[in-house]
Structures are given as C-alpha cells and as structure tokens.
C-alpha cells in the first residue's frame, strides 16, 4: 500500500506545544494593553485574536513551537515496520514559508533527528488531495478535518482522535487514539 502520512498531531504531538506557545504569545498581547476581538478564527487561535496577531503568532513561534513537538509513542517503530512490510510511506505536511523559513529543510531535519523513515516528504501542500491522487495513495493518516473531509470519500483516513476533529465520521474514517491501533488498521485493510 501506499501510505500518506501527516506530520503535526499525526506522527508528533504538537498540540501540547502550540498550547504553551499560545499561552505565551496571550500574556505579551495582554501586557501590551491589546483588547482580545471575536473575529479571530484559526486552528491556534486559542485566544480568540484578531486575524492579525493570529498570523503574527504563527510567523514568530509555529515552525519553533511543532519543531519543539515530541513524536507520538511508536510512531517511528510503526512506520519503520510498515515500511519493511514493503508499504510506501509520502509524509505529506502543509507546513509552508513564511510561517516556515525552509520547510522542506528544517522537516527533513526534524524527521531525521527522530528516525522517521519515509519515501518521498512532500511540504507545504496546503491541498492535500491533489499529492492523494498524483501518487495514488492507498489510505492517509490525518487530524485536520477539512483534510479528513475532502481524502475520505476517495480514500480511507486513519484520524488521530482530538477535540477539533470529533465531528469527522463516516465509512472511510478510522479513529484511533495510538500508533499500534494506526499498525492494525492498515494491515487489516492491505488483507481485503
């Protein structure tokens, strides 16, 4: 099979980090005397920002902050032995410059130093469907809805279960909560 894989919250917890980075990104506009607005909505906007400081923030602190992430328990195992299983691994991210000064670099780098084994990494996709269909991929691992929502009638997602992602449903989503829940999904459906 093969295998699409997301990076952030997929193979890397990086919510955790993001939060703390948040925070901290919170406490400089409060002391700064900004008034918070409720027009700010984003996937990090944990504060209700305005559309602004949500794209300041990203820009100064989220390439550090999911660089800072750490990988998922047998994240590495897991796809390590879905490859000697003879699976092709795509780790396909939407991480994109300017948020990211080299996203290609500084990913290949992060996935290196954590001994995570892939075939082709493919960043700054914000269109994930597209690198679905040109590399005719078999099933996808995913938390973002709109990607869960758009792959899942072509192919089926592996979704890490999170609080933003609870309403994506259907017959072509698995929810899973682990790596090795991630390992039994995908050897049950290369056995069809």
């Not at 099979?1 to 990086?14: C, Q, V």
């Not at 691994?89 to 995570?116: D, G, M």
Request: net charge negative; with cysteine.
């Amino acid at each position: 099979m093969r295998i699409g894989i997301d990076i952030d919250n997929t193979i890397t917890n990086t919510l955790p980090e993001i939060k703390k980075y948040c925070q901290m990104y919170n406490d400089n506009i409060v002391k700064r005397g900004l008034t918070m607005h409720e027009d700010g909505v984003a996937s990090y906007n944990l504060f209700d920002w305005t559309e602004e400081e949500n794209n300041d923030f990203c820009i100064k602190y989220l390439e550090e902050a999911v660089l800072k992430a750490k990988v998922k328990p047998n994240a590495a195992e897991v796809i390590k032995k879905l490859k000697s299983n003879g699976h092709e691994i795509y780790i396909i991210s939407a991480r994109v410059e300017p948020i990211f000064k080299t996203p290609y670099e500084s990913t290949e780098q992060y996935l290196k130093e954590n001994n995570i084994i892939y075939d082709k990494l493919i960043v700054g996709s914000i269109d994930k469907l597209p690198y679905c269909k040109k590399y005719n991929l078999d099933i996808f691992l995913e938390d973002e809805p709109r990607y869960i929502n758009d792959i899942s009638p072509i192919i089926p997602v592996i979704v890490f279960d999170e609080i933003f992602n609870k309403q994506c449903v259907g017959n072509n989503i698995y929810k899973v909560t682990n790596w090795n829940q991630v390992y039994e999904i995908i050897n049950k459906l290369s056995n069809k």
